[in-house]
């Protein structure tokens, strides 16, 4: 049988076409990506959409029917998983439940007959914060333990690319939140590439430098996490990246920084490089927390079509960059600590999600209560209106894809 693969292996992992078919099903769908050496890299999306079957085929576990992986100027892509300067961390951790702490760790160094494994061993326990715990057995352990074991044991091998495959999946959301802060910690320190699998939006923006939200087999949209959650070039990524309220409008008057967008009642400004080009008709887009409430006049107007603002009607058309939707109810206000969540009804009828932060209790207003929204327009986008409104919202994400 050949020997381990070597640990020596550098550079940036690519995947070019990279496709894979099961019978008539395409799992993975032409990926192109091209990953930096030293990154934290994340895979996003629902079940089913290819991310875990691109993992695999990282790994040598599943043959690509088509396309080709690289390790900086070593093509693995048809190597055997043990030959590939590769480790894998599983959601389920695989530990040998007889062997302690230490054994686990040191199984994969002692099996290549690797030298000082003593001095190697304790330098990843101490960085993994494991040095108390190296005489236990797993079953002695929390899952968070467990889960560093798991960590500890891949990385003493010094492979080009780490794979993680929902590793945080079985812990507890306390628990899951300082792993993440950990997982992060410990990547910067050892520089190895990192490619983590997740269905978990707030998993990846934590960690990740880069994050590829992927869809039906293919990459929806591609970016660091801030660029991804303020810029989404789609409505599946608007969707599945965080929440969105999405506004059906009609482009009115284009200029060179920003543009003019009608809604059902009113009109909103746009950033004009945040505007697709060649159509008219847009979704409007702008997260619930770039929203904030204000408590209108009693008796301003809710059911027409013009704005209200103090009782008084608002201009047709927004100015200074502060965008405005008057004659609007309260229909749910859920308390929720630092911040409230508000089911807000728009004189059209559609209901917007607002989360604001509960700076006093005298502040958050009641079912009933009539307000007016307002949003800077720096924080608004707008897509296509082809595009389907609902992509990415209903999804399950309890499956890895």
Same mark, same amino acid.
């Given at each position: 049988?050949?020997?381990?693969? !070597?640990?020596?292996?550098?550079?940036?992992?690519?995947?070019?076409?990279?496709?894979?078919?099961? %019978?008539?099903?395409?799992?993975?769908?032409?990926?192109?990506?091209?990953?930096?050496?030293? *990154?934290?890299?994340?895979?996003? $999306?629902? !079940?089913?959409? %290819?991310?875990?079957?691109?993992?695999?085929?990282?790994?040598?576990?599943?043959?690509?029917?088509?396309?080709?992986?690289?390790?900086?100027?070593?093509?693995?892509?048809?190597?055997?998983?043990?030959?590939?300067?590769?480790?894998?961390?599983?959601?389920?951790?695989?530990?040998? @439940?007889?062997? !302690?702490?230490?054994?686990?760790?040191?199984?994969?160094?002692?099996?290549?007959?690797?030298?000082?494994?003593?001095?190697?061993?304790?330098?990843?326990?101490?960085?993994?914060?494991?040095?108390?715990?190296?005489?236990?057995? @797993?079953?002695?352990?929390?899952?968070?333990?467990?889960?560093?074991?798991?960590?500890?044991?891949?990385?003493?091998?010094?492979?080009?690319?780490?794979?993680?495959?929902?590793?945080?999946?079985?812990?507890?959301?306390?628990?899951?939140?300082?792993?993440?802060?950990?997982?992060?910690?410990?990547?910067?320190?050892? %520089?190895?590439?990192?490619?983590?699998?997740?269905?978990?939006?707030?998993?990846?923006?934590?960690?990740?430098?880069?994050?590829?939200?992927?869809?039906?087999?293919?990459?929806?949209?591609?970016?660091?996490?801030?660029?991804?959650?303020?810029?989404?070039?789609?409505?599946?990524?608007?969707?599945?990246? %965080?929440?969105?309220?999405?506004?059906?409008?009609?482009?009115?008057?284009?200029?060179?920084?920003?543009?003019?967008?009608?809604?059902? *009642? $009113?009109?909103?400004?746009?950033?004009?490089?945040?505007?697709?080009?060649?159509?008219?008709?847009?979704? +409007?887009?702008?997260? @619930?927390?770039?929203? !904030?409430?204000?408590?209108?006049?009693?008796? $301003?107007?809710?059911? $027409?079509?013009?704005?209200?603002?103090?009782?008084?009607?608002?201009?047709?058309?927004?100015?200074?960059?502060?965008?405005?939707?008057?004659?609007?109810?309260?229909?749910?206000?859920?308390?929720?600590?630092?911040?409230?969540?508000?089911?807000?009804?728009?004189?059209?009828?559609?209901?917007?999600?607002?989360?604001?932060?509960?700076?006093?209790?005298?502040?958050?207003?009641?079912?009933?209560?009539? +307000? *007016?929204?307002?949003?800077?327009?720096?924080?608004?986008?707008?897509?296509?209106?082809?595009?389907? *409104?609902?992509?990415?919202?209903?999804?399950?994400?309890?499956?890895?894809?």
């Amino acid at each position: 049988m050949a020997g381990p693969a !070597s640990t020596d292996v550098s550079g940036d992992l690519v995947l070019s076409s990279l496709t894979k078919r099961f %019978g008539p099903f395409t799992a993975v769908d032409g990926v192109d990506l091209n990953i930096p050496q030293g *990154s934290f890299f994340a895979l996003l $999306g629902p !079940s089913g959409c %290819g991310k875990t079957t691109t993992l695999r085929m990282v790994a040598g576990l599943e043959q690509p029917t088509l396309g080709e992986i690289r390790i900086g100027s070593r093509d693995i892509t048809y190597d055997k998983p043990y030959r590939r300067p590769v480790n894998t961390v599983f959601q389920s951790y695989a530990l040998f @439940p007889h062997l !302690s702490v230490w054994e686990n760790v040191a199984f994969g160094l002692k099996r290549r007959r690797s030298e000082q494994v003593d001095k190697q061993v304790a330098d990843v326990l101490e960085l993994t914060e494991l040095q108390a715990l190296a005489t236990r057995k @797993p079953g002695q352990l929390s899952g968070g333990q467990q889960q560093r074991v798991a960590l500890a044991r891949a990385i003493v091998n010094k492979p080009a690319v780490l794979l993680l495959d929902e590793p945080l999946g079985a812990l507890d959301l306390k628990l899951r939140r300082q792993m993440q802060v950990e997982l992060k910690r410990i990547q910067t320190e050892v %520089g190895l590439t990192f490619v983590h699998v997740t269905h978990d939006q707030e998993e990846a923006m934590t960690m990740a430098d880069t994050i590829a939200v992927m869809n039906a087999g293919r990459i929806e949209q591609l970016g660091a996490p801030a660029e991804l959650y303020e810029n989404p070039t789609s409505t599946f990524a608007a969707n599945f990246l %965080g929440q969105s309220n999405l506004i059906r409008a009609t482009v009115r008057h284009r200029q060179a920084d920003s543009a003019t967008v009608a809604l059902p *009642s $009113g009109a909103v400004l746009v950033p004009a490089s945040r505007l697709p080009g060649g159509v008219d008709e847009v979704w +409007v887009g702008v997260r @619930p927390e770039k929203i !904030s409430v204000h408590g209108e006049a009693a008796h $301003g107007g809710a059911g $027409g079509g013009d704005a209200v603002h103090g009782g008084a009607a608002a201009p047709a058309e927004p100015s200074m960059g502060l965008n405005r939707i008057a004659g609007a109810v309260v229909t749910d206000a859920s308390f929720m600590g630092v911040s409230t969540q508000y089911l807000v009804r728009t004189p059209w009828g559609q209901e917007l999600m607002v989360f604001e932060q509960n700076r006093s209790s005298a502040g958050i207003h009641r079912p009933g209560d009539r +307000v *007016s929204l307002t949003f800077a327009a720096e924080h608004t986008f707008a897509l296509d209106a082809g595009q389907d *409104s609902e992509a990415g919202i209903e999804l399950d994400a309890e499956a890895t894809g």
